[in-house]
């Protein structure tokens, strides 16, 4: 209830103007941690239709699967993250989005959450929180009322 | 350019490309006549309205460069056609020269780019220079006995077409021909188009004496160096009366001039410009007539319905699916209509699809004539006289094929020129025709289209290829002294291999082979090299008729569904475990006699096996490309289905083996076999490569 009342207060806050230009990111979660990306990169949420998986792609690479006519190309985020891999559950969704090449790339995550606007005051830019060695894929740590969230580059997530 | 619409400029680019690609058709086919000493005034004329209506087209678009050089060109080629200039292999090149100024233009203008502006003033002073040359002549026309009315109505071109062919001690003819009003056109066409054999019809007016009211009386004037005999026996008709016209016994005489009849072309003045406008009313008919019948498509959306048609693809499978089921259910009135229905759509369905890819279909003829310009000029660059025999260009195939088919052929024409066909006194001492021949031949063969590139040069010299193979340390010594021929002619695709030790501006530095191989295997195809020393190199390529739809097999390895391109596969045959013999630690069977080397798709591919595999019977896919054949082990054989290939992704180019993937119903996407990928990568072994004919046996 508390957290309800200061996100309330914060969406107000954001509303009178006095924090600057805000940003909305998705927000998902994946083995455990709450991710972001931001929402303008993001073409499209499926629920994963069959994939097809493809002998000696890379290892992030989980196969391909085609919507609607498109054949798209659908990466385990997981694996791009090196973070401890599972099985999918019915929640499991793909987001759709551009590679740097143009091509439509599908990110399997494990469960979407909601949308959130962070403004620039929210935002910690990776090199000041994490130190200099961190992945072209994280964009900052966002800490929306309180909230954990790992921010990604979406373009450099599904083009690495 | 003026802002116009995306679509007004992309018609506009399409158009102004097709009238260029016309008129350096006419150029070439000039270049060829010019050497073979014709002259073909069709052809000038035909130039000069290709032209003319690019500089009209230009206008309408404020295309500036454009139409700047149109107007420029079109005074030449006026010139050309009414004889003021005449016409060398120094003005073809100019010719040439604005051919590939219009091309580049063109993508300045499509990149919005205003480079290369000093080229075009170096072209703009020749066209000048030449068109400077022009001169005006005496005419040789009063030794006839033609009315002056008649030349007062001449236009331009025809006096001087008249004037050429006195000069050609041609005799002139009168026909005079009765048309049915009705099929006049066809008629007159094909009156022009037989006269083509004996000479030239010069112009044709009405008599204006016509016997019925559905015919018209023409009197056409012809020279000819055909005697009266030869043309009545060719052109002659009940409705067509055919007379000389004499030449004045002297010209200062024109008092001994025999009696005429009154003629057309004798009153011809008294029509005054009447059937000249009669005329051009007539053609201009004839061309508009020929453009509404022409729709450009971009193939993107031919590419769309393609894609629309393999979805209804599915539908139809659904369709199939459903009536079984109704069948299973006891319902079979119901079941045996929807059956009619699905066999009904099936039907339509494969007419829409072949349609479709017949709309895609282009013919060769399209790239050859660009790589006929670039025969002319390296040839000329060089300095190396060149017979480029073109067959087959009417051999069709899909259009993004022929697009991505120039760059490599060009490659290979320049290396034939620079490095096959030998310098013109080499080729006289070792007693072959001074002009080195280049033969480009395209033909179908089966779902294949086979094109050769074949030169009548020196050939590839194999010990000094391997030597240089040897010293780029792309195989050892040992190992070259175990190549088959075949094996060594393979090397000129491995990179950075050239035979001939200085770098020149035409090939470049071997540059091209291995590309070439790669742009081929892109398009689903192999290129295979034969070559005699001193009697001349033969390039062939095979490439599948169409990318966007084929016919596969279904096959099962391991946990995967697969499509193998059925136009890549031989035969399939069962396996038989017991036949397999081990050579130098591959696995092989014996087909027929022959020797063909196993590849097990399951463990090629590090694919998970099919958990019954043991017990279960197997197949062997006998996948053949030009001569390598392959077989392929794998778990079942479904069946042959219509594939459409869609390429994998640029995040997935680096994986090697596959063409690309397809939708095979149920949502499901099965990935697609690059065969020729698959040979080239087990019969290379990814290593030196070895003779597979001591194998044998």
Redesign the interface.
């Known amino acids: 209830m508390a957290n309800l009342t200061q996100s309330t207060a914060s969406r107000l806050a954001r509303r009178i103007g006095d924090r600057g230009p805000v940003r909305e990111f998705l927000m998902f979660a994946l083995a455990g941690e709450l991710y972001g990306v931001e929402l303008t990169r993001i073409k499209e949420i499926l629920s994963p ?10 290892r992030n ?1 989980v196969g ?3 919507v609607r ?1 498109l ?3 659908v ?1 385990d985020l997981r694996r791009t993250l090196h973070v401890e891999e599972r099985p999918l559950t019915r929640r499991g969704r793909i987001l759709l989005g551009a ?1 740097e ?1 143009g ?3 599908g990110l399997l995550v494990d469960e979407v959450r909601h949308v959130v606007r962070l403004a620039a005051t929210e935002i910690e830019p990776a090199a000041s929180a994490l130190g200099g060695d961190v992945s072209e894929f994280v964009l900052g740590i966002g800490r929306p009322a309180g909230e954990f969230l790992i921010l990604l580059d979406l373009p450099s997530v ?2 690495g | 350019m003026a802002e116009l619409s995306d679509k007004a400029r992309e018609e506009f680019f399409s158009e102004a490309q097709e009238i260029i690609e016309t008129l350096s058709r006419n150029l070439l086919s000039l270049d060829s006549t010019i050497k073979a000493g014709i002259s073909d005034p069709s052809l000038i004329n035909e130039a000069f309205r290709a032209v003319h209506t690019l500089k009209g087209l230009a206008g309408l678009f404020g295309a500036v460069r454009l139409g700047a050089l149109s107007h420029r060109l079109e005074d030449v080629l006026d010139d050309l056609r009414l004889g003021r200039i005449n016409l060398g292999q120094e003005v073809l090149d100019v010719l040439f020269g604005a051919v590939e100024a219009y091309t580049r233009i063109l993508q300045a203008e499509k990149s919005d780019s205003d480079d290369d502006l000093d080229v075009d003033q170096q072209l703009f002073a020749e066209l000048e220079r030449i068109g400077a040359g022009a001169t005006q002549r005496e005419s040789p026309v009063a030794d006839y006995e033609l009315d002056p009315g008649l030349l007062a109505v001449l236009t331009e071109y025809e006096e001087h077409r008249l004037r050429a062919n006195i000069e050609l001690q041609m005799q002139l003819y009168r026909l005079r021909v009765q048309f049915d009003l009705s099929t006049i056109d066809k008629v007159l066409e094909e009156m022009k188009e037989r006269a083509k054999r004996h000479g030239e019809i010069i112009t044709y007016l009405p008599t204006g004496e016509a016997t019925s009211a559905d015919t018209i009386e023409l009197d056409l004037l012809m020279a000819s160096r055909d005697d009266l005999a030869t043309l009545i026996g060719s052109l002659g008709a009940d409705n067509v009366v055919i007379e000389e016209i004499p030449r004045r016994a002297r010209r200062s005489h024109p008092a001994t001039q025999p009696p005429r009849r009154p003629t057309a072309l004798g009153r011809a003045d008294s029509l005054g410009m009447q059937p000249d406008l009669e005329r051009v009313g007539i053609e201009q008919a004839a061309s508009l007539r020929s453009l509404t019948q022409t729709v450009r498509v971009d193939i993107r959306k031919l590419d769309h319905l393609m ?1 629309i048609v ?2 209804l693809a599915i539908v139809r499978s659904a369709f199939g699916r459903v009536a079984e089921k109704l069948r299973g259910e006891g319902q079979r009135k119901l079941a045996a209509e929807l059956q009619r229905l699905h066999r009904n759509f099936d039907r339509r369905l494969g007419e829409m699809q072949d349609g479709i890819l017949e709309v895609r279909m282009v013919p060769l003829g399209q790239v050859f004539d660009r790589l006929a310009r670039v025969v002319r000029q390296i040839s000329r660059e060089v300095g190396k006289e060149i017979r480029l025999v073109i067959t087959g260009a009417e051999t069709e195939i899909d259009k993004l094929i022929v697009e991505e088919l120039s760059d490599p052929l060009m490659h290979m024409i320049r290396n034939a020129i620079d490095h096959g066909i030998e310098p013109g006194q080499g080729r006289v001492e070792v007693g072959k025709p001074l002009a080195g021949t280049i033969a480009l031949n395209a033909f179908q063969k089966g779902n294949h289209v086979m094109i050769e590139v074949e030169d009548d040069g020196r050939g590839i010299n194999l010990s000094k290829l391997t030597e240089k193979a040897i010293s780029l340390g792309k195989l050892t010594r040992s190992e070259a002294e175990e190549m088959s021929r075949d094996e060594m002619l393979a090397l000129i695709f491995l990179p950075g291999l050239s035979t001939r030790e200085s770098a020149d501006d035409v090939s470049g530095r071997g540059v091209g082979m291995d590309i070439v191989k790669t742009n081929i295997s892109k398009l689903g195809g192999v290129i295979d090299v034969h070559s005699e020393s001193g009697i001349g190199t033969k390039m062939t390529i095979t490439l599948p008729i169409t990318l966007a739809i084929v016919s596969a097999l279904l096959i099962q390895a391991g946990q ?1 569904t697969l499509a193998m391109p059925l136009s890549s596969v031989s035969e399939a045959i069962a396996f038989d475990e017991g036949a397999v013999r081990l050579v130098d630690g591959r696995e092989v069977i014996t087909l027929r006699g022959q020797t063909l080397p196993l590849c097990r798709l399951d463990r090629l ?3 998970e096996s099919a958990s019954d595999s043991a017990s279960r019977r197997r197949f062997v896919v006998v996948a053949a490309l030009g001569q390598r054949r392959l077989g392929l082990v794998v778990d079942f054989l479904y069946g042959q289905e219509d594939i459409v290939i ?7 180019s ?5 063409a ?2 397809t ?1 095979l119903g ?6 697609v076999l690059d065969a020729a990928g698959l040979i080239e990568e087990v019969l290379a072994g990814g290593e030196a490569p070895r003779m597979l004919e001591r194998a044998s046996g």
């Open positions: 239709p069959p994939i097809t998986t493809v002998p000696r792609a890379p690479v391909v699967c085609s006519g054949l798209v190309t990466l590679a090449s091509e439509v790339i599904v083009s | 894609n393999g979805e995967h591919m590090e694919m869609k390429p994998l992704g640029k995040s997935l680096g994986v090697r083996g596959f690309g993937a939708e149920d949502q499901r996407v099965g990935l």
